[in-house]
């Protein structure tokens, strides 16, 4: 069986984007053909502006939002990235693996430290130096695949880079890992940007649906979605982002194709209708069920706690190994 990694930063309260483009995927495919580490990336929620309490409560909810949504802790590996040092410990080897100019290089980091620094604001360190942690997650487990969104392709290939010239200058110690890209309603977008991946940071949280919404603010959400000039109902990304991003997500929770939906309508407001019901639908028993683990916290924190043991024990010896590969003296 494949080993898989992946995770979730918590930078916010998970989205429907962060469901319908990864966590389902996890749940119903994942967790079932491949020994798969799902990881709470906390250390990551760092590298931006964060407020302290705000991190940790919401590490711990993406942590029961996760069990909620269907990862069972008999089949799968979950755990919080700051439980085990393994991350870390390596993250530094590939520091001492990479150079300045590939971090300069990332897109993402591009895009970030630019806004960032267009508000005034500084940069901090972490941020460029974010992909060497990413990559340390994925090779301290020697994952074979890595499911992300396209957004996160770049690190990915980055990684698979790292690796490789490790291999080859310390000695094969380093599994190369590729890029699982989601096939189905792959990018969900924001309701009032429709250009924009919704995303769970975003300040601006009308157009965004979050996994514990009210389902009275998720209807109201969607009916005020950004629909497009025109009243044709047609699936085309370009012309008719709003349009299309309503088919796709209703296809994503009807198993339906996005392309035949657009035929079955001939106005907005009844697809906006249809679309919040099978979004509700969908989220119905993730508020259930997560309404009733957090009433248990005890069962979350021993899920956490296992999740980690198990991974440290599989992260040890791959990241001692790289310890005396890099030549470093091993302890007495
Ligand atoms: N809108 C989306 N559509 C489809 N998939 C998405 N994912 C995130 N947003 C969408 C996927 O969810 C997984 C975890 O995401 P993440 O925590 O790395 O990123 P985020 O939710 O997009 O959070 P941020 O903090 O708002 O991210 P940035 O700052 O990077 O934009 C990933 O598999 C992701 O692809």
């Not at 620094?117 to 090779?139: E, H, K, N, W």
């Not at 001939?266 to 309404?291: C, I, M, N, Q, W």
């Amino acid at each position: 069986t494949p080993r898989i990694f992946s995770g979730i930063k918590p930078t916010g309260h998970l989205t429907l984007g962060n469901y319908l483009g990864a966590v389902r995927q996890w749940v119903e495919t994942d967790q079932h053909r491949a020994d798969a580490l799902f990881c709470v990336v906390d250390l990551h929620a760092l590298t931006v502006d964060h407020d302290p309490a705000r991190v940790r409560r919401l590490s711990r909810q993406a942590a029961t939002l996760l069990l909620a949504a269907g990862l069972r802790p008999e089949l799968c590996t979950l755990f919080v990235q700051s439980h085990v040092d393994e991350h870390t410990r390596l993250a530094y080897l590939m520091e001492c693996t990479a150079t300045d100019g590939e971090m300069r290089r990332m897109i993402q980091y591009k895009e970030k430290a630019a806004r960032e620094r267009a508000t005034g604001g500084s940069v901090r360190l972490s941020l460029l130096t974010y992909p060497v942690l990413m990559a340390a997650d994925i090779l301290a487990y020697r994952a074979d695949e890595v499911p992300v969104g396209d957004d996160q392709a770049q690190h990915v290939e980055l990684t698979r880079d790292l690796a490789e010239r490790f291999n080859q200058r310390y000695g094969h110690t380093f599994t190369i890992p590729r890029a699982v890209l989601p096939a189905a309603a792959a990018r969900v977008m924001d309701l009032q940007d429709p250009t924009a991946k919704m995303g769970k940071s975003h300040a601006e949280t009308s157009g965004i649906v979050y996994l514990l919404d009210e389902p009275d603010s998720v209807r109201r959400k969607i009916m005020r979605a950004v629909t497009d000039s025109g009243s044709k109902v047609a699936h085309d990304r370009d012309e008719q982002p709003g349009v299309t991003n309503l088919l796709e997500i209703l296809g994503a929770c009807t198993s339906r194709k996005p392309v035949e939906l657009a035929e079955q309508y001939s106005s907005y407001g009844a697809l906006k209708k249809d679309t919040a019901e099978a979004v509700l639908e969908v989220l119905r028993p993730v508020r259930e069920r997560h309404a009733e683990l957090c009433a248990d916290p005890g069962y979350v924190d021993g899920v956490l706690r296992a999740g980690a043991q198990r991974a440290r024990g599989l992260a040890r010896p791959t990241v001692d190994a790289a310890y005396r590969a890099i030549g470093l003296l091993p302890p007495a």
